[in-house]
């Protein structure tokens, strides 16, 4: 999203001028877009389209379809001020209605998912997707890309709340049926979801195949249960009429209000649908939505309604009110199954975010294991795997009930709905060329829905909504740090480094050449990597063929293979060879150099040395950064992961040459 890794930082190119500072995206404005070349999942095959559909059930669908659990709960509560009846019943479940006709079902399904950054979704890649828009002002561009780091680490703040008011909810359901077991809350709660942390490094490919049918089974039963108490009280159908959410403005303006701030609990979530679409495709997420999800909520959040609305004292265990007391303790089990696939599908997504920015610059170098060889999508972060286990543990002691959880939940998600909204709006009319007035009647509208469900969650913030945006801050100040830090980093490399034309016209001097081939990993594609000149300074040889290796992150998914590596011959033994990855792809550069056969040159791996360089950075007298920042850089540059480890260098293969830099 923002300017390239530089060396010594990570070797990736940084394409950004001094004066694209302020703009967090202008690194890969001017890169150009390729052909996806994973699966766009377009076949015509039923039977593919219902597998993705299935799987999409299981993965994407977790957190919007656990949605039940609570959010019914808090809305009656809210809009009845504690003691809901018809009237607060009727206009909490009609708010929650078309919140999903207009926020999930128009906004997400319907338009953002037309906006997909060649085959991809999610806030990192709508926000490129905008940013490539021809014809933006630089202060539009700043603003998209501002905009998309905030929303980066609100998706993180919501990454926390996600598994613990999940499966907080489903292990409540004991003490519905016997208040005796209220005691087992909070210790299996906690149990089941370190027990989830600790399985990630395994991989879920296995258990993963049951998901699908395991979320099958959780959208039927919330179906049947939901059509059954309709059945009994069918009046609650009458809430289809927006007459009576607005009826509930009407008569109690200000509860109504506040109450949003419930209403929105039901399509968290959303995110979702449109950041998984690079892994299922657009349709079957569609498919999947119109003909299971949504029929299912709108089933059950009714059958919630009718429940209440024949004994509103069942408000406070609204969900369990539609189950026949025969049915409860299944209800409960597999509600906490469902609670961990949704928490299981938030990690992972939280996984993927995690390599996105890393690859884009955005966070320190990390490792990312693959969990999979089959699944491109399964990968296991350990330290934003230790990060999220602790916060998670943290805030279900620290809250201790899904409904003060509640207070703390949505937050984040309004927040990354207005960014998205904004950014849709961009791509429709600078992109799909929709008509100025068409796209600001549309957005304008879904804008004001957006900013209401956020002014209204803002009321929270003393109950519990400070913890997603203490979360959000305290990473976009590591996202931001790490950008301004690099960008210093990165001028004073530039200054220290010799021009490569200079340096190749004087190579005839070196003393000795001696057999074998050198891989230097090289920041910029026109100056001197500093590990050369420093093996040159202390060894004074050079190797009688040099590859200077130049890595760039493309903004798209993945790089096609006829695209992964160029090479330049240079004269005298060097050649330039550029390697390109896409935001979703993981490096490795011996890999990479295999491919480089067609231009003439063969590399052995096993017989080629690597070279990179390793810096230890010191406070300098006079610095850009403040000093707070600059120690806050210099520790995240201490603990990324090393460039041999990122790159995957053979470990027997790696030579590091240190150096000291003042920053």
């Known amino acids: ?207 993963g195949r049951l998901f699908g049918p395991v979320m099958v089974l959780w959208f039927a039963v919330l ?83 009718a429940a209440l609305l024949a004994d509103p004292t069942k408000a406070p265990i609204a969900f369990y009110s539609v189950a026949p007391p025969w049915a409860h303790f299944p209800m409960v089990l597999l509600a906490t199954i469902a609670g961990i696939i949704a928490s299981q599908a938030v990690i992972s997504g939280v996984f993927s975010m995690t390599r996105q920015a890393v690859q884009l610059g955005q966070l320190p170098r990390m490792e990312i294991r693959h969990t999979s060889a089959t699944e491109f999508g399964q990968i296991y972060v350990p330290r934003m795997n230790a990060f999220l286990c602790i916060g998670v543990v943290l805030i279900v002691l620290i809250f201790k009930s899904s409904s003060a959880l509640a207070a703390a939940y949505g937050i984040a998600v309004t927040g990354v709905m207005v960014i998205d909204n904004f950014h849709a709006s961009i791509v429709a009319f600078k992109q799909w060329k929709w008509n100025l007035r068409v796209v600001a009647a549309l957005f304008g509208f879904l804008a004001i829905i957006d900013w209401a469900f956020l002014t209204s969650n803002s009321l929270k913030i003393i109950e519990g909504g400070w913890l997603p945006l203490a979360i959000a801050a305290a990473v976009f100040l590591v996202m931001d740090t790490w950008r301004r830090g690099r960008r210093e980093h990165l001028d004073i490399v530039r200054n220290e480094s010799m021009p490569l034309d200079l340096f190749l016209a004087r190579a005839d001097k070196t003393p000795t050449r001696v057999a074998g081939t050198a891989v230097f990993m090289n920041a910029r594609p026109d100056v001197v990597p500093g590990s050369l000149l420093h093996n040159l300074k202390h060894n004074r040889v050079l190797h009688e063929r040099i590859l200077l290796v130049h890595v760039t992150v493309e903004d798209m998914p993945i790089v096609p293979a006829g695209r992964r590596v160029e090479v330049n011959k240079l004269g005298k033994g060097f050649y330039a060879v550029k390697v390109r990855h896409g935001f979703l792809e993981t490096p490795d550069v011996p890999l990479a150099l295999q491919e480089a056969r067609p231009f003439g040159l063969v590399i052995d791996v096993d017989a080629t040395t690597f070279f990179v360089g390793r810096e230890t950075l010191v406070h300098a007298e006079h610095s850009v950064l403040s000093r707070w920042r600059t120690w806050l850089y210099i520790h995240l540059a201490a603990n990324a992961l090393s460039p041999a480890r990122f790159y995957h260098l053979p470990p027997n293969r790696v030579v590091e040459l240190g150096a000291q830099i003042s920053i």
């Open 223 to 305: 179906a049947g249960l939901g059509a059954l108490a309709i059945w009994h009280t069918p009046q609650i159908l009458a809430a289809v009429n927006p007459y009576y959410g607005i009826a509930l403005f009407a008569h109690e303006p200000w509860t109504a209000f506040v109450s949003l701030g419930s209403v929105v609990l039901a399509v968290t979530g959303c995110e979702a649908l449109y950041a998984d679409m690079g892994h299922f495709g657009r349709n079957p997420i569609r498919y999947a939505w119109f003909f299971i999800v949504l029929p299912a909520l709108l089933l059950n959040y009714f059958g919630q309604g």
């Open 1 to 207: 999203m923002d300017q390239r890794r530089a060396h010594p930082l990570s070797s990736i190119e940084q394409k950004a001028s001094p004066a694209d500072a302020a703009d967090p995206l202008a690194a890969i404005d001017a890169t150009p877009l390729a052909a996806h070349p994973h699966p766009t999942h377009q076949t015509k095959s039923f039977r593919y389209q219902a597998a993705l559909t299935l799987g999409a059930l299981g993965v994407v669908f977790g957190d919007i379809g656990t949605s039940p659990l609570y959010a019914m709960r808090e809305t009656a509560l809210a809009a009845g001020n504690g003691h809901p009846q018809a009237p607060a019943i009727l206009g909490g479940l009609s708010l929650i209605f078309w919140s999903l006709m207009f926020v999930v079902t128009l906004k997400y399904v319907t338009l953002i998912m037309r906006a997909d950054n060649d085959g991809e979704g999610g806030v990192l890649a709508l926000a490129t997707l905008a940013h490539r828009s021809q014809g933006l002002s630089r202060r539009i561009k700043t603003m998209i890309g501002v905009g998309a780091i905030i929303g980066l680490a609100l998706f993180y703040g919501d990454g926390m709340l996600t598994p613990a008011i999940t499966v907080l909810s489903a292990v409540e359901g004991l003490s519905v049926e016997s208040a005796g077991l209220s005691h087992l809350v909070l210790p299996l709660t906690l149990a089941i979801l370190v027990g989830l942390f600790v399985m990630q490094s395994r991989g879920t490919a296995h258990i």
